[in-house]
């Protein structure tokens, strides 16, 4: 049954207190559907229902995610927390691990309830990180406000200590720990247990004992190098995330036993020339495609497009250690130096890539395309195929532009050129489909040999590069549809529509610019493209982007489906990447059971409930590779610029807050921070709806998106943090007129005794 507790109101329209207790008492499961069916309400009822339901959302009394309304500042029923202590009575306590502070205050507490006879990975300890099932206490005390069930314990508390060495002239040293939230302070290494480490490196340490009083003792286990070495800065976000990058021996020897697939149960597929088209530097290919028109009279000018992916499932069957690895890793983690790959090198570098003319297991999906772009239908195939070339996105970009070479002047005619005339249809649908449409490039890291950084590029988006974009969006589609239709559970790759707070505060950036945002309109992506459209090359069209991409939800896996707002489709799953993404695997064994093509199927055990644990492990996973690889770039850009303090850079703000400015450099895409009170001579205060700090005397303006000088002052390599001094003017606007008898706000102010600089000439 949905509802807890009844509504005691089931004719006529509820009133507000009745529908905020009907929202709270079904937490993630209320929507209008399910409000509506509770109080009997009639079609008719729907209309005034959604108009109550979006002024409770207006006044902030609640708030709507994943297409259902929650008490505002409230957790989802499966959610990621950290154990972090025990309460009076001794039991554990944890926290979510992510959690909006900013917008809710405080994250809520969880007491986890003791099992008398915890079975494996249920008995968790301080420091953990576990997978909890959630209740809301109905009567909160001081120490907790939920109650959770243990359903998986991801990581333990940490014993070894990643660190920096420093050497003390008496002997011995202390380790200064990279992540200081795993210990908190530093560890005493004595003479006998430094493995002769020099002063400066880095190293891995285990505690050897932990104390009340005093700093805990240490034993020095691995040298890792010099911080200069982009090995080190790597290995540094692998362990600050605790991300698994050491196979079992189980799942390594479940590998090597591996035999290539042969034709058993499958379709010969081996003359169609599929190929692959990747980054240049690209080790594994678990993607091809082909495209030939359609010569069915019912389709003129249709295609027919054929998207084939490797078939790990064959090779990493449910509950074997391959299978438990892949899930702990969640996906695969990309350095600038190395890959984390979720299966080992022998499935995923070699029997699951598609090398050319070798032959490989795949399961491929056939998509019948009609000439307006529109799929009209699809079939889903498990096969035998050979790869007829391996290209790189500029190879095949050269080869659509007429300038082909040895291996792709034979196969242009027969099978790039209709590739790209099936691309240039489907990119017809998009366009009436309307995604979202930001333009934000992304850096690419170059090293040289020896690991340090050589130079910060942007790749050229071509063609090539959208053409496999779009056929991979449409086998993804399918994948949903097939497995929809089939009703058998699967995981969807979803993405909520902004929230109602976040579209209000672009509207009211986007009124101080005089633009405009509809008010009370169904939201789509085509909104927020018109907006992009009116900015295009105007001196706020950078600003505007990244107000836009902050105003997005995140995408996420789960097993209940609320569509992919950002690319306006009703169901996504992702099927494409099953080498490197665990959702993809669990899709590919549902559509195996689903279509019954033999074995690795997904299990009859695996329902909603038990795809939703997963779903919430994967996103965490996805989350923390993100992290950790947004911060090895940082670390190693710090690096890269230690030796350059008091070289001036240009750059743009890409962050305005209280405490100061963000600034993100042109030439690497680093970014560093201004410290409020150093920006200039003036009481600079911070304006959320305008994204900017401004002078409250002069009117000076820095916002969200401005073309700034800097100078950087401090680069510390192990945060990957950099400090500027702010060289530009800013824009002048209007004073800000100071309240009689008002002080400004303490974050505006400048410290007592900070000496003035002398005023800037202002540019003509």
Known sequence: MLARTKPKQTFGFPSREQLLAFIKDNPGKAGTREIARAFGLKN??????????RSLADEGAVEKRRHKLHKP????SVTLADVTGRDRDGDLLAIPTEWDEEAHGEAPKIRIGTVRRPKPGEAAGVGDRVLLRLEELREPDQEARYSGRVIKILTHAKKRILGIFRALPTGGGRLVPVDKKSLGRELSIAPSATMDAQDGELVAADITKEGRFGLPTGRIKERLGSLKSERAVSLIAIHAHSIPNVFSTEALAEAEAAKPADLKGREDWRKIPLVTIDPVDAKDHDDAVFAEPDDHPDNRGGHIVTV????????VLPGSALDREALDRGNSVYFPDRVVPMLPERISNDLCSLKPNVDRAALAVRMVIASDGRKKSHTFHRVLMRSAAKLSYTQAQDAFDDRTDDLTGPIKKPVLDPLYAAYRTVKRARDQRGPLDLDLPERKILLKPDGTLDRVIIPERLDAHKLIEEFMILANVAAAESLERASTPLVYRVHDEPSLEKVEALRELLRTMDMSFPKGSVLRPSLFNDVLARVKGKDTEILINEVVLRSQAQAEYSAENYGHFGLA??????FTSPIRRYADLIVHRALIRALKLGDGALPESADLLSLNEISARISAAERRAMKAERETVDRLIAHHLADRIGATFEGRIGGVTRAGLFVKLDETGADGFIPARTIGDDYYQYHEDRHAMIGRSTGETYRLG????VRLVEAIPVAGALRFELLSD???????RRKIGGKPERSERKRSGQKKRTPRKRRG
């Open 706 to 709: 401005d073309h700034v000088t």
């Open 308 to 315: 084939a992916i490797a078939d790990v499932a064959h090779y």
């Open 569 to 574: 489709l009703r169901r996504y799953a992702h």
């Open 44 to 53: 008719a009822d729907r209309a005034e229902l959604k108009r109550a339901l």
């Open 730 to 736: 800013g824009r002048i606007e209007k004073p800000q």
């Open 73 to 76: 500042g409230t957790l989802p």
